[in-house]
Every structure is written in structure tokens, then in C-alpha cells.
């Protein structure tokens, strides 16, 4: 093949045999260009368009056409008015010279009327079918007039039925002359527009009439090459709308025509549903329709020239160029290339927001890497040294500068002195102001005002400490703004590649699923598969009203788990209202593990409000959280400082920032809120529902236990309760969890609740073991219940305890085998 194509691009005698092809393509090209500037951007469109409505008649003596045109080009098109005058008064001068006159003098009139009353109109486009209604009617009233003398009843109705059908034409016009523009031309046309698009060009074609080639009608050609042309492009719809209004406006303009209207129609209704077959199935379709309609002509020979002018309209068809069709199509919802081109836009849209997305990512990537660029530890040193030349400046400043010894110091024992000097900070530093007498002695044989200067170390040491523990704090703060950045940089990058995610193309296996529920006989109207993915399955269905029978748990669920090789479980369901509707189901994968958690908690002395807080969170990467918090102290003021440290924390967890990123952030934000010592601590155990990994982070909390079987484990970490200081390590604790453990988690009011107890691991252990139950409820009821027994019933503390149960996940129904995998 390869070696064929080669062949096939060589040249041959000095000839590339597809040379010719390239410059026919380019020819053909020019040629479109060429007649799209020519007819558009000029608008020399305008004047033929104008010239066959001038000589288009209704009903053998309305002229409706000619104004509502004028006037609408005149409004869209401004400069190429006088080119449709033109042609309206060269088309209306073929039928007569007072035609010709007429058409001229009311356009005028028009004209004037308009210009005159345009400085109190506010919107134009809704007050030009008034002025062309009232400008027809009075106009052809005024030409009655001095033509008869009088207006007489039939007269003045149908001035009325002229000028009411100039004001609907006008609205058309206005809705299809944009679309003539190359500037104005939209990606879809309404529904509207290709009916007033239709109506249109039969208008146009109506000013044919009359005009012929070998005896064959010149209407009836281009009116079936119409048909035959929105058939092949939009389908049986579109074509019998075409047939059906061209007919329609013909018949009005020529009552002998009425006929053709139920050929027309018939023709885009047969070539439409043959459209399948290309350009010969349309085609075909007509023939048929022609050969059907004209057996209730006047005998063989209407029949005949009505066989050669479809085959004339046939043979315009079939020369008519692909890209013609093509571009149609691509304007005209419900069509292929319409779909492909929403698509393709649809595309750009999403790659332009995905780069977006990803620059602001890039952005604050680079943030980050500037707020980080200053904590290299060499850059600190450098600092550091820096700071320390400028404290012992300040110091000679105020001591050596009026020293008589200054030089004897500084310029010939600069090292002596400098080293002197630091010695006797740090001491003063380590030694809570106080100096090693062997440094005091050796400093008071080398300067004469030993004391002086000792004194003013001293004092400067209180600033230069400040100083220090201020640029550190600022230090710690840029390295957690420049994490948080960090987090927030990669949530974006990971939320521009899920948008430059595609749906995949799985029509064989929609196919495969819609006859495996067929052939057991469960009714599906539509499937849609976004991801087959193991572990992210996601399926969309629309079944038909199931009167709440539970199809969708009981048996699609089941049978797509056997399809698939994974459990399958309904994630929402839209059950429809009414017996004639259609409920529609999401279907995704199942979780490997499922967490069960019971709660039990009570406030100091009984109260209703408790200082500890506690949330169970599912986060959608197919991660479970549990997390305690306690408020310092008790009562609203405890409540609120641990319920708002869960809120954050859970806000922050759901957007997709790791967790020691998230837990430092709250921290953050709760040690810069206030100066009020008021601090809580945070104990949070993040489960993965996949593989039961779990991540334990302690925040000043308690410990806590993992049962399995009669095996009791301590889970334990130590770190500051959240907002005392801004800077700190999050020590993380992974632990493999299994099914049938229970993870028992709980403030300090349970931990330290037991009264005459000595060690609190052992007697938490001992009373995990000796429970009976697994019920999580149970289990922290119980709990719950030996802490307040054992103080007597007293309740000196909040008390919280949260037991999470880790669970196989087990659906309720069974797989139903059908045979078929889709693979």
C-alpha cells in the first residue's frame, strides 16, 4: 500500500498525477470565493432577489413583496438599499409601467415617512412592519384614488389583505436577509429562520412564473431542486416543510398550481426517508413521488413534461457541489455535520477553558515557588550573619564611637573584638543575662567601659531577639502560604486534565447492554456510558414509568455487575411523575468497603450544648473522614470554636487539597483570627473505601483504638492543639485497616473520664476487649455509659465517643448472569 501511494505521488514523466487535482481544488475555490464576494459582500444577491420580487403577484394583482424587502434591506443592509430599488423597480417594469411607477412611489413614501419619524422611534425593528403595513395601505389606496376616482368596498379589502401581508412579510424578511450576510451568518439557524428561509426563496421563485425553457416551467424545476436539495440535507422533516410552504406560496400567486403543493411535499417527505441512500436515494424518492402525483393529471402528456422537469430539477441536483450541501448542513440542527460542528465547538471551548484553568494553575505554582525561594537554609545563614554585623554596629555606635581606644579595638584587633563581643551576646542569651566571670574578666583587660557595653548588648539583644523571632514567624508564615499555593496549584492542574477529558466512544457496548436487558426483558428507551474504568464506572439509563417496583436496584444493577465483572450500584434515581414519563437512573461502581459509625455524646453536667464537635465526611475521591473536635473549655463558646473548625476543615477537604495541607490551613486561620486563647484540638482519621488505607492525624487529641477481634491497638500522636502556634509538623499515623474492625475514636472528656484510674490505655483496652458487641452504636453506647458509671453519674466534661465499623461491601442483590461481557 505504502509502495502504491508513493507510486502514485511521483512524477511520472515530469507530470505529479496529483498536481491537477490540487489545481482544480484551487480553481474551484476562487471560483466560490469569487461569487461569495461578488453576490454577498457586494450585494448584487440584493438586486436579483429584487428583481423577482418585483415581478412576483398574488392572487394575479398583489404585489405584497416589493416593500417589506426594501424596507427590511434597508434596515440590515443600508448601503445595498438602492441596489434592491433597483432591481424591485426593473422586475415590477416587466409586468407593466405602472407597476414599475408604483413600486418606486410607495417605496418613497416609505422612505420618507420613516426618515422623517425616526428621531421618536425606539426601537426600529418592531415599528418597521407598522410603517410598512400603513405605507402599502395608504399607497395603494392613494393609487386607487387617482386611477378610479373611488375606493370601493372589495378595493379597500384588499388594500387591507395587501398591506396585512406586507407587515408578516416584512417580519420574515427581517429573520432571513441576515442570513445572506457573511458577517451576520450564525454556527444554527432556529427553527423560525428556516421557515422564513423557506418562504423566502418560494417568494423569489414566485417572480419565475411564467418563465420557461422547451416548454418546461422554470418554477416548477427550481421549486423540486429546492426540495430536493433541504431532503437530501435535513431528512423527511425539513423536506415535506419545504415541499408543503412552496407549494403553498405558489398556489397563492397561480391557483392552477394548487396541485404541485401535494407533489412538493410528497417528494421532501419520500426523498428525505431515502436520504440514506445519498443523492440517488433523494432522487429517487421524487421520481416516485412525480410518477404517483401525476396520475391525477389530465393525461399522458402533463405527465411527461412533468417527468422532464423533474428530471431537469434531478439533473441540477446531482451537479450541485458537495461543499454546498455540506456548509447547509452544518447551519441546520438535527443533521451530522450540524452535530459535528457543536461538537468541534464544544472542543475549543473546553481546551480554551482547560488551558485557562491550567495557567492559573502555572500561576500559582510559580506563587508558591517565589513565597518558598527564600527558605534555603544557606540564604537563612547569610541573613543571619548579616543581622549580627548590623547588631554589633548599633553596639560600637553607643559605646566605641567616643572611645579614645577605638582604633587600638577595631583597626588592629578587629577579630579579637568582634569575637569578644558575640561571645558575651551569646552568653547573655544562653545564660538569661548573665556572663561567665572567665569572659567577664578577659573583656574587662580588653576594653576600658567593659560594662558599658555589656549593658548595651544587653539591651540590644531584647531587639535584635524581637527582631529574630518576627522573621521567623514570617519565615514559617511564606512556607505556609506557599503550601497552601502549592495545594491549590494542583487541585487546578488535576480540574484541567478531568476537563480535557473526553467521553469515550462505547456505542458497542450500549449495544451490548441494551440487548442483554432486552433479551431478559427488562424495557431500556436509552443508555449512555461515560466511563468504563474499574472502580469509576459511570452509566446513565432512561427506562420507562416503573411504578416504584425497583428495576433498577433489582435487576439492571445486578445484570450490568455481571456484564461489567464489578459490583454496580444505582448512585441517583429521577423516577418519573406520570405513567406516560420516563425516570432516569445513575449507575456506578460499588466501593469496595462501606463505613458504619455510631455516635454517642453529652455535655458538661448534663447541658444542651457540648464544646465537642464531630463529622462524618464523604469525600468524592472515594475517601471516607472522621473527625472529633474539642473546643477549649465548655459551653457556646467551645461549640462554636470546634463546630467552625470542622466546617473549614471539611470545605477545604472537599476541593481536593491534601489533607496535611488542609489541617495546616485551618490551623492558620484559627491562630491569625483572634488573640483570644481560645484553641481546639482535631482528631481525624481519613479511610479509603477501596483498599480500608487509613491516615490518622492527631491535633492535640487523644488516642485512639482499633479492635480486631480481641486484639485491642493504640493509635497515638502528638501535636499541639490547632491555633496555639502558626507553624507545626503534622504527624501522620497509616494504618491497614480490615473488615470487621471497629475504630474507636473519642475526646478527652471519654479518654480521661474513668475517676480512680491510673493508666488510661489500659482500662480503655481492657473495656474494648471485654465488649460483646460489634454494633457501633452499641459499642459507643457502652462506652459512653462505664465513663458516667464509673464517676458516679456525674458528667464533669463534654464527652464524645465515635465508633466507625470497616464493612465489605456487599450489594443487597446478587449479579444476574447474562451470558454476555463487556469487554
Known amino acids: 500500500m505504502e509502495k502504491l501511494e508513493r507510486t502514485m505521488t511521483e512524477p511520472i514523466g515530469g507530470v505529479n498525477l496529483n498536481k491537477p487535482k490540487m489545481e482544480l481544488g484551487k480553481v474551484f475555490g476562487n471560483i466560490q470565493t469569487g461569487l461569495e464576494t461578488f453576490f454577498l459582500k457586494k450585494g448584487y444577491v440584493f438586486l436579483i432577489i429584487g428583481f423577482l420580487l418585483g415581478r412576483a403577484l398574488i392572487l394575479a394583482q398583489l404585489t405584497p413583496f416589493t416593500l417589506p424587502f426594501f424596507a427590511a434591506v434597508y434596515l440590515i443592509r443600508k448601503d445595498k438599499a438602492p441596489l434592491a430599488l433597483i432591481g424591485l423597480v426593473g422586475g415590477a417594469a416587466t409586468l407593466s409601467f405602472t407597476h414599475a411607477i408604483t413600486t418606486f412611489a410607495i417605496s418613497f413614501l416609505f422612505l420618507f415617512a420613516f426618515r422623517v419619524s425616526k428621531k421618536w422611534l425606539q426601537n426600529e425593528v418592531k415599528a418597521l412592519p407598522f410603517f410598512v403595513f400603513a405605507t402599502l395601505l395608504s399607497g395603494t389606496l392613494l393609487k386607487t384614488l387617482i386611477l378610479k376616482g373611488n375606493v370601493s368596498l372589495y378595493e379597500l379589502m384588499m388594500a387591507g389583505v395587501e398591506a396585512s401581508l406586507g407587515f408578516i412579510l416584512c417580519l420574515i424578511f427581517l429573520q432571513s436577509l441576515p442570513l445572506l450576510s457573511l458577517n451576520s451568518r450564525r454556527q444554527s439557524l432556529k427553527t423560525e429562520e428556516i421557515v422564513c428561509l423557506i418562504i423566502m426563496l418560494a417568494s423569489v421563485m414566485t417572480g419565475t412564473i411564467g418563465w420557461s425553457i422547451y416548454d418546461l416551467s422554470i418554477e416548477h424545476i427550481m421549486s423540486r431542486y429546492l426540495v430536493l436539495i433541504f431532503a437530501f440535507v435535513a431528512g423527511a422533516t425539513v423536506g415535506s416543510t419545504v415541499g408543503v410552504v412552496t407549494g403553498l406560496i405558489f398556489s397563492l400567486a397561480n391557483i392552477s398550481s394548487l396541485y404541485h403543493m401535494s407533489l412538493l411535499a410528497f417528494s421532501g417527505l419520500l426523498g428525505g426517508l431515502l436520504k440514506e441512500g445519498r443523492k440517488v436515494g433523494v432522487a429517487l424518492g421524487l421520481l416516485i413521488a412525480t410518477l404517483l402525483m401525476g396520475m391525477y393529471g389530465d393525461g399522458g402528456a402533463n405527465l411527461i413534461k412533468t417527468l422532464y422537469e423533474t428530471g431537469a430539477a434531478i439533473f441540477l441536483f446531482l451537479l450541485t457541489p458537495q461543499g454546498l450541501t455540506v456548509k447547509l448542513s452544518k447551519h441546520i440542527p438535527g443533521t451530522p455535520e450540524y452535530a459535528a460542528e457543536q461538537q468541534q465547538y464544544m472542543r475549543k471551548m473546553r481546551d480554551v477553558t482547560a488551558q485557562r484553568v491550567s495557567q492559573f494553575s502555572n500561576v500559582f505554582q510559580a506563587l508558591s515557588k517565589s513565597f518558598s525561594s527564600n527558605n534555603e537554609p544557606s540564604e537563612w545563614e547569610e541573613d543571619t550573619d548579616r543581622e549580627l554585623d548590623y547588631f554589633l554596629s548599633n553596639v560600637t555606635?553607643?559605646?566605641?564611637?567616643?572611645?579614645?581606644?577605638?582604633?587600638?579595638?577595631?583597626?588592629?584587633?578587629?577579630?579579637?573584638?568582634?569575637?569578644?563581643?558575640?561571645?558575651?551576646?551569646?552568653?547573655?542569651?544562653?545564660?538569661?543575662?548573665?556572663?561567665?566571670?572567665?569572659?567577664?574578666r578577659e573583656w574587662e583587660k580588653h576594653c576600658t567601659r567593659s560594662k558599658k557595653t555589656t549593658e548595651v548588648i544587653q539591651q540590644e539583644l531584647t531587639f535584635f531577639k524581637a527582631n529574630q523571632r518576627l522573621k521567623k514567624q514570617v519565615q514559617e508564615s511564606r512556607k505556609l502560604v506557599a503550601d497552601q499555593l502549592l495545594g491549590v496549584s494542583a487541585v487546578m492542574g488535576n480540574f484541567a486534565k478531568e476537563i480535557q477529558r473526553e467521553r469515550e466512544n462505547h456505542h458497542k457496548q450500549e449495544e451490548l447492554i441494551l440487548q442483554a436487558m432486552q433479551e431478559f426483558g427488562v424495557q431500556i428507551e436509552q443508555v449512555e456510558i461515560y466511563s468504563l474504568e474499574q472502580g469509576n464506572v459511570d452509566i446513565e439509563m432512561t427506562i420507562p414509568y416503573c411504578n416504584g417496583h425497583g428495576e433498577c436496584e433489582k435487576l439492571i444493577a445486578p445484570m450490568l455487575s455481571d456484564i461489567l465483572g464489578e459490583t454496580i450500584l444505582v448512585n441517583s434515581e429521577e423516577c418519573a411523575a406520570f405513567a406516560s414519563d420516563f425516570c432516569h437512573v445513575s449507575f456506578g461502581s460499588a466501593k469496595a468497603f462501606v463505613v458504619e459509625t455510631g455516635v454517642a455524646h453529652a455535655a458538661k453536667d448534663g447541658g444542651l450544648v457540648s464544646g465537642d464537635s464531630y463529622s462524618m465526611i464523604e469525600l468524592g475521591s472515594g475517601k471516607y473522614a472522621i473527625a472529633i473536635s474539642d473546643g477549649m473549655g465548655n459551653g457556646e463558646r467551645a461549640h462554636s470554636e470546634s463546630q467552625e473548625t470542622l466546617q473549614l476543615l471539611q470545605k477545604i477537604l472537599q476541593s481536593g487539597i491534601e489533607e496535611q495541607v488542609a489541617i495546616k490551613s485551618v490551623n492558620s486561620v484559627l491562630s491569625l483570627r483572634t488573640t483570644d486563647e481560645i484553641f481546639s484540638t482535631l482528631d481525624l482519621a481519613m479511610i479509603d473505601l477501596q483498599n480500608a488505607d487509613a491516615k490518622f492525624l492527631k491535633i492535640g487529641s487523644t488516642p485512639s483504638f482499633v479492635k480486631r477481634g480481641t486484639q485491642v491497638m493504640k493509635i497515638q500522636a502528638s501535636n499541639l492543639p490547632i491555633g496555639i502556634i502558626e507553624d507545626f509538623d503534622v504527624d501522620v499515623v497509616s494504618k491497614q485497616l480490615k473488615a470487621e474492625d471497629l475504630l474507636v475514636m473519642m475526646s478527652?472528656?471519654?479518654?480521661?473520664?474513668?475517676?480512680?484510674?491510673?493508666?488510661?490505655?489500659?482500662?480503655?483496652?481492657?473495656?474494648?476487649?471485654?465488649?460483646?458487641?460489634?454494633?457501633p452504636q452499641e459499642v459507643a453506647d457502652l462506652i459512653m455509659e462505664e465513663v458516667i458509671r464509673s464517676r458516679s453519674g456525674n458528667i464533669e466534661d463534654d464527652m464524645t465517643v465515635v465508633v466507625s465499623k470497616i464493612k465489605h461491601n456487599i450489594p443487597k442483590w446478587s449479579s444476574i448472569s447474562t451470558q454476555k461481557k463487556a469487554n
Not at 553607643?398 to 551569646?426: A, G, L, P, V
Not at 547573655?428 to 561567665?436: I, M, P, Y
Not at 482500662?763 to 474494648?768: A, D, G, P
Open 397 to 440: 555606635e553607643k559605646t566605641c564611637q567616643t572611645c579614645f581606644k577605638k582604633d587600638h579595638c577595631w583597626s588592629r584587633n578587629f577579630n579579637t573584638t568582634y569575637d569578644y563581643m558575640k561571645e558575651i551576646m551569646n552568653d547573655l542569651d544562653q545564660n538569661e543575662g548573665a556572663v561567665s566571670p572567665r569572659l567577664e
Open 748 to 775: 478527652d472528656g471519654i479518654f480521661e473520664g474513668p475517676k480512680h484510674v491510673e493508666n488510661f490505655d489500659l482500662w480503655m483496652k481492657r473495656k474494648i476487649t471485654e465488649l460483646k458487641t460489634d454494633d
